[in-house]
């Protein structure tokens, strides 16, 4: 028996989440809302136990499943701050971030690169600027309309009094265009910001702070987000040391580019220890090509190529063509034209939402973008291969689960950007 199939008795995971300024405890909530209905659904027992601790958010988990205990530790490394204070960006401050980004993504040709392979991310970039567009043409067209409007009647009811002419008549005259001006520019303002208070529906602003920060530095991390995966590396070298049977990194959606350079950067320093914890990588919703296909995206570019021939982990990338702001089963290695020789990684499989949904479901979900952008971390009614609770809590190494398992048919992995160097 090999190592990969011995059964695990205790995991560690470590949750590396997307572009997300949400408290870490809706990760843990809704893992204990999901997990219940995903044990009910498939058979099994699993309990879930806070336990925050200092500056570390962490879970406890309990389960059994095919008649076997396993515990596991679920810490989320937190970047939500950093997110944050990316998004305290003043109304003309996001349009000038629109602005900025659109020009970058354009005059590379990263973003004509992006749409030759899915439209749904690619419609999903697009949506903020659009709707930040519509947003300002309509709030300036209602602002000029009220504006002329007012200034429309204040000169009729000078025209009641029969005073066409004389300085009275031209002060007057001055005021309702001076008016005019103020209430286009006053209605305009109160406009935008009611906009921008209900994007908790719209997330108009909240995508564009996303794609800026992608794209801000051209595709370079920030320093201070460098920083922060220096401190997740070093919560992982520790774990990697501990008595785990495996030590699980799990990137969704904008966490995946940061968690393939954090393993990257384990295995180059030599931390991933031969004897140690079996190390393993699940992408879920990836968005790796938004990052890596932008000219200084080189670390990226770098590390996608380290990892994919690496044999000191296992990689599976989860996606699924019914979530439009993933790039679904994209191979990132691949189509970011890094392909080395002695490739293994990653396997790229479906989450296939169409069919491990039920139908009603489907129909429930199927227009709520976002929401089915978090279904990977969610229950499913007749799950397939992929069952996010088993992974992280159950028996079976993420290697020994899909052992053998092909890479789904429908993948894309051709090149499509241009940088098929990794040479800085």
Aim: charged letters at 20%; one cysteine or more.
């Amino acid at each position: 028996m090999s190592d990969d199939a011995m059964p695990v008795q205790q995991r560690r995971v470590f949750h590396i989440p997307g572009y997300d300024p949400i408290h870490p405890r809706r990760y843990r909530e809704l893992y204990r809302k999901e997990s219940a209905a995903q044990a009910e659904i498939s058979g099994y027992d699993i309990s879930v136990h806070a336990g925050p601790a200092e500056d570390k958010f962490y879970w406890a988990v309990k389960a059994r499943i095919d008649g076997q205990e396993v515990i596991s530790r679920i810490d989320v490394l937190v970047w939500s701050d950093i997110v944050r204070d990316s998004m305290a960006q003043s109304i003309p401050a996001t349009y000038w971030q629109l602005i900025q980004t659109a020009w970058i993504y354009t005059v590379t040709g990263a973003l004509r690169r992006l749409m030759w392979m899915r439209k749904g991310p690619v419609i999903a970039a697009l949506y903020p600027v659009a709707m930040l567009i519509m947003q300002l043409v309509f709030a300036l067209w209602l602002g000029a309309t009220l504006g002329s409007w007012v200034a429309a009647a204040l000169m009729w009811l000078l025209a009641l009094t029969g005073l066409t002419g004389g300085l009275f008549f031209n002060i007057v005259s001055t005021f309702a265009t001076i008016l005019s001006y103020v209430i286009w520019v006053g209605v305009a303002l109160v406009l935008l910001r009611w906009f921008k208070a209900k994007d908790n529906k719209l997330f108009a602003y909240y995508l564009m702070h996303d794609y800026a920060f992608s794209a801000r530095l051209w595709g370079q991390n920030p320093a201070e987000l460098e920083e922060r995966m220096k401190v997740f590396g070093d919560e992982i070298a520790e774990a990697l040391k501990g008595s785990a049977d495996e030590v699980l990194i799990v990137g969704h959606s904008s966490g995946a580019h940061l968690a393939i350079s954090i393993i990257a950067d384990l295995i180059r320093e030599g931390r991933v220890p031969e004897n140690g914890p079996r190390l393993a990588f699940l992408s879920l919703g990836q968005v790796v090509p938004m990052m890596s296909f932008l000219p200084k995206a080189r670390r990226l570019r770098g590390d996608l190529a380290f990892l994919a021939t690496q044999e000191a982990l296992t990689w599976v990338d989860v996606s699924a063509p019914g979530d439009g702001c993933c790039f679904a089963l994209c191979d990132p290695v691949a189509v970011t034209g890094v392909t080395p020789p002695g490739k293994k990684w990653p396997l790229v499989i479906s989450a296939a939402f169409t069919q491990s949904l039920q139908p009603q479901t489907w129909r429930k979900l199927r227009w709520r973008f976002f929401r089915l952008h978090f279904q990977y971390l969610c229950a499913f009614d007749r799950p397939k291969d992929y069952d996010y609770f088993q992974i992280t809590a159950g028996p079976t190494t993420l290697a020994e689960r899909y052992r053998g398992r092909p890479p789904s048919a429908s993948r894309i992995d051709i090149a499509v950007s241009k940088y098929t160097s990794i040479i800085p």
